[in-house]
């Protein structure tokens, strides 16, 4: 049995004004944190600050996880205490799955924070959606999908060209690594040995090794590579971790995908013609081809790809050169929104960078700025 507990107000945006003078200080925040299960197998916590409630409270969705991890809580990190410091609640699930299925598990289960807060804690003055990676779909989508019960939403290095677009972009990646450097992986994008692929695994090694190999080898696969799977990077160490990561997102998640799609195959490049290799001739000739059935491509269109159709103000933040969840997703959401004619409730900022997410800065002060379009009515300039 819960139980309600009443907490003093203070103006959101007031109070998250005075956030870097908080980190500056280099004072530790105060909260408390309350568990329960949600669900089959989810967990949630609710973190509550020790000084003034303001009213506001952030209900965060995190990336995907690995399919064979045991279901866990999120780590947040430097964020929750950034906002709980500031006088945010926030509350967060672990979902009842990981792998990609996480999507429509994740969007019940986060779906379902709101009022398990409400219940526990009491009725908030203002909701705010943040979310990471495949979190940031989530959060895109509980803002498209209800938009009156959330004040607003930001969504950091988010897939918000939806889930088809960026299986297409890993997929294609693996067949291409697959066909630059044959032998290396056994198996294929959705038919993966039992093994991992950690730093320091095996396969995380000869993938490595490969590429590595290949920068300087006479024919430059590593180079090929990235020129036809439209890498995100800017120099050989970045060729090298890019690679690094949309390979093993196909080793960690093909058999997952696979598995939620009842075997049905979601990605079609029968007929996708690649270039920017030495020879495109024989590359198309050569490259692994699949086929994609209809329930499957349905599926990962459901869950999710993005309409559009915002009613709140929504945030983005992406790196330039993210190698896992690439820029393209914001310019192809910017399209998106603007043609449900909802272009004033979208605001998109870039960090300049390498990596996948990994932006706490750049991601507190979007926040306050969120917070501040929510409260005054204003759309922020950039």
Request: hydrophobic content about 40%; overall charge negative; charged content about 15%.
């Amino acid at each position: 049995m819960h139980t309600t507990r009443r907490m003093t107000i203070v103006p959101a945006f007031t109070a998250f004004a005075a956030l870097l003078a908080v980190l500056a200080a280099g004072q530790s925040p105060s909260f408390t944190t309350i568990t329960g299960e949600i669900g089959p197998g989810a967990l949630y916590e609710i973190a509550t600050p020790t000084a003034p409630w303001n009213g506001g409270l952030v209900v965060f969705a995190q990336g995907i996880g690995n399919p064979s991890d045991p279901i866990t809580l999120p780590t947040l990190g430097p964020l929750r205490e950034t906002l709980t410091s500031q006088g945010f609640a926030v509350v967060y699930s672990s979902r009842s799955m990981n792998g990609y299925g996480a999507v429509k598990d994740g969007m019940i289960r986060t779906h379902q924070l709101r009022g398990i807060f409400v219940e526990t804690i009491g009725q908030p003055s203002r909701v705010y959606l943040i979310g990471r990676s495949l979190g940031g779909l989530i959060s895109v989508m509980l803002a498209e999908r209800f938009p009156g019960q959330y004040d607003g939403g930001l969504s950091g290095c988010g897939l918000l060209d939806g889930g088809a677009a960026e299986l297409t972009y890993v997929a294609d990646g693996r067949v291409l690594f697959d066909y630059f450097f044959p032998g290396v992986i056994p198996g294929s994008p959705f038919d993966v040995p039992p093994g991992d692929f950690s730093p320091g695994s095996p396969t995380f090694n000869a993938v490595n090794a490969a590429l590595v190999q290949g920068l300087s080898s006479p024919e430059q696969p590593t180079l090929q590579f990235a020129r036809t799977a439209n890498l995100q990077a800017a120099n050989a160490a970045e060729i090298v971790a890019a690679g690094l990561s949309v390979v093993g997102f196909t080793v960690i998640h093909g058999n997952n995908l696979l598995d939620l799609t009842n075997g049905h195959m979601p990605y079609d490049n029968s007929k996708t013609s690649y270039s920017g290799s030495n020879d495109d001739d024989a590359l198309n000739a050569g490259v692994a081809r699949f086929v994609s059935d209809p329930s499957a491509v349905n599926y990962m269109e459901h869950y999710y790809t993005p309409s559009g159709e915002l009613r709140i103000p929504v945030l983005t933040l992406h790196k330039t050169r993210d190698p896992l969840v690439p820029i393209f997703h914001e310019e192809r959401y910017a399209e998106t929104v603007q043609g449900a004619g909802a272009s004033q409730y979208l605001l998109q900022r870039t960090v300049d960078g390498f990596g996948h997410c990994g932006f706490l800065a750049a991601e507190t002060a979007a926040f306050a700025a969120l917070v501040q379009w929510v409260e005054t009515g204003v759309k922020p300039q950039n």
